[in-house]
């Protein structure tokens, strides 16, 4: 008796094992490259998502069995209990129906819908159905699956090969009596899944147990290869019957397994699913009571299938075990003893002890590989059961539930019995697959409006080209949007430039001083030196003549520690305020920004009040040559490493664009030689009403709400200041419609300026799992589904893309512009880049290049990041300059 029992006990080391095979077989049948040769299939199912509680309606289910057809309209009321209203019949379906043509058995199930609805009264006829066909098929869509085989008593000319959903639409069609639309082609694994009430939390993993057995969960699409969707999650039946066929259980096989497999229809075939499933345990069982019970055996102990699984499990219950242990022994025609009842008691219970602990190895391995996907310490799901082996409450279910634990410690697992997973389940997935597409077709509606075609990007291009034709004309120019200012940057660095020089980076609260050394590349050249000052709040709003005088007591605290005093070095200053030039070393400051307030400064030249201060302490070992914007700086930073580049762009809190003019289209100044550097000021584009039809409900809100509504209209949709904000006005306006969150937004998605767009840098980030989407989400406030997060990020790309798309358009007019200028065929130019958004965001750069690609075909344009244009470029635009005037004495 003990030999006996002993193949059949496995420890929990040896289900540790079953637990890593069963991983490893799961990842094979994962991977495209292996899946054709994978015992475990992973075939994907299609479904995109479990139910969240609202779904509503009435869908019709069709559920055809081995020997009848059943027909169902379940009503979900959609509210917090989600109420199921159940109506269904039941159809015979004969032999000839069986195995006659494959037309004959749609149509069969065609007339049995129409019958079924009939009967109701219904003044609809337009429904939603589900369709379970319990066959193998290869699933190709949610509602397309091609039959593989037939298998029961099934078999219909006409049917393999072909999709079952395409038969069965068309057989409706033809009745012409109801609007039916097969919206998904089910298994009863998923609909097992699918029927747990969502109120109870999560179920994203269903268990199937009955005569045959096999399992289903929600994977991570990016790792489910045999699909193209890489976002979110897929329903994925492991057809884990098969488990073991390529030897990876041999060493758990006991002899009675082998028996049992030797005297089945496939032998070699559905190895673990021979361990587990129902129609095998009474089998095991039958052949080791042959050994017990040698020298006394029956011809009904001879007979297979005459031990019923039913009767074993019902043998483990410890009240009516031994009493039903007698009656099976006898119905097998054996005189047995007490102690023969309860022999065979010890064998049931370790034959279903076995079972569930192979089981419970599998169920660990899938949520083991769920937590590990998901990049999660700890993963809490319910596990929707199914199957007259789990149902009969015997020593299975109870050791299943004790091993999962004991297997998959990190999960927190709920088992729970389904309720109709054929039915019900089946209803499920059609109505949140019908859910799913009426929010997608709200999605979609709402985020057009923000995608761009490459004609409307060209109108773009066009406007810009004409408004910076306006701007640089004299007598148009007060009509333009883009201001077009002359910088007085003539020249761009040719590697000649050679010295030290200071330069002044002033643009906020802090502020920095650099030392540029300016040699030979063989001498390694620009080298910087650099250190950052604070600006007090009580400077930077008190007199003007204390912030300069400040900004000098910082120059000279630099150069002494630089132990350069007794040098005369020219000075260029990058002043990232609102300055009108009228010269290289002259800029009339308009108005004061980010936070600065210094008096007697706005209407005077900032370099005439730097050089004043400077007088003022006695320092003249100075030459202030250039006051720079920070656009101009980036474009000259470049420019010495690239001679090629021309075009100055920053994309990042802000946006502006610079790059150099051919003189003679410069109106507002006289000469016709030569070129000079024009800020364009671009982030006002629009500002005329020229750009209206390019703007959002969305757009207009966030302008509205701005500090400066009706201004920088064309930076509003680009930069990193206000994308963040048009993310967040989609997202109430999508929650508002119950696509997201459920129709619940936090306190804190409702406040202005809460989504920051490093969100959508971080978001928008390849490979970034949903759980870490996730994490950002609740930052907020949010009660987030992986759907919420797949949806979320949708939302940023849309909105990265559009402003990518418009910087991409803007730059295509300057550089078809330059191109023009100089009659070329072909342009090639650099342009040089500065900013967080091109330099974090993780497509916005490659998307500008694309667009600029398309719109500027007869232009070979390099991007090229800037480091340090603000303070490297300041100091190139100095040197330039004392460069150029060198040539000029000479």
Known sequence: MQSSLQTLCLSLETLRRVKDRMLEAMERGLSHRTH????????????????????????????????????????????????????????????????????????FMATCLCEFLDGLRTRRTHFELGFSFPFSCRQTRLDQSYLISWTKRFKCPGVEGRDVVELLQSAINKQARYNIKVIAVVNDTTGTMMSCDASAGPCEVGLVVDAGTNSCFMAEARHVEMVE????????????????DNGALNDMLSPYDHQVDQGSVHPGKQRFEKMIGGLYLGEIVRHILVELFSGRTTPALLTKGLVQTQDILEITNEQVGLATAQRVLRALGLEVSDQDCFSMQQVCTAVCIR?????????????????????????????????????????????????????????????????????????????????????????????????????ALGKVQALLRREMELGLKKETHAMSSVRMLPTYICATPDGSERGDFLALDLGGTNFRVLLVQVGSREQGGVQIVSEVYSIPPNVAQGPGTQLFDHIVECIVDFQTKQGMMDHTLPLGFTFSFPCQQTSLDQGVLLSWTKGFSAS??????????????LKRRNHFALDVVAIVNDTVGTMMSCGYDDLNCEVGLIVGTGTNACYMEELRNVGTLAGEEGRMCINMEW??????????????PFDRQVDEASLNPGRQR????????????????????????????????????????????????????????????????????????????????????????????????????????IRENRGLEQLVVTVGVDGTLYKLHPHFAQQVQETVRLLAPRCSVTFLQSEDGSGKGAALIAAVACRVARHQRA
């Open 714 to 817: 064309f930076e509003k949709l680009i930069s990193g200041m206000y994308l963040g904000e048009i993310v967040r006005r989609i997202l109430l306006e999508l929650t508002a419609k119950g696509i997201l969150f459920r129709g619940r937004p936090s306190p804190k998605l409702q406040t202005p300026d809460i989504f920051q767009t490093k969100f959508l840098s971080s978001i928008e980030s390849d490979g970034l799992a949903l759980r870490q989407v996730c994490a950002i989400l609740e930052e907020l406030g949010l009660h987030v589904t992986s759907e919420d997060s797949v949806l979320v990020r949708e939302v940023c790309q849309v909105v990265a893309r559009r402003a990518a798309q418009l910087c991409g358009a803007a730059v295509a007019a300057v550089v078809e512009k």
């Open 600 to 613: 007697g400064c706005v209407g005077q030249d900032v370099v005439k009040l730097l050089r004043e201060a």
């Open 36 to 107: 054709d040769q994978a015992t475990v299939r992973m075939l994907p199912t299609f479904i995109r998502a479990i139910p969240d509680g609202t779904e509503r309606g009435e869908f019709l289910v069709l559920e055809l069995g081995d020997t009848e057809l059943r027909v169902l309209l379940m009503e979900l009321s959609g509210d917090t209990c989600q109420k199921v209203t159940v109506k269904e019949r039941h159809f015979p379906v004969t032999d000839a129906i069986m195995q006659g043509p494959g037309e004959k058995l749609f149509a």
């Open 683 to 696: 982030g006002a584009f629009g500002d005329n009403g020229c750009l209206d039809a390019f703007f959002t």
């Open 229 to 244: 969707e890489s976002e979110g999650r897929m329903g994925v039946v492991t057809e884990w019957g098969s488990f073991g």
């Open 355 to 455: 079972a569930a602990g192979l089981c419970a190895a599998g169920l660990a391995a899938i949520l083991s590989h769920m937590c590990s996907n998901r990049e999660l310490t700890r993963l809490k799901t319910s596990v929707a059961v199914d199957g007259a082996v789990f149902r009969a409450r015997s020593k299975f279910s109870q050791t299943l539930q004790q091993l999962v634990k004991q297997l998959a410690p990190e999960c927190e697992v709920t088992l729970v019995q389904s309720d109709d997973g054929n039915g019900k389940g089946i209803a499920m997935v059609t109505a949140v697959a019908s859910r799913l597409a009426a929010q997608r077709l709200q999605v979609n509606q709402t985020l057009a409006l923000l995608q761009l075609s490459p004609d």
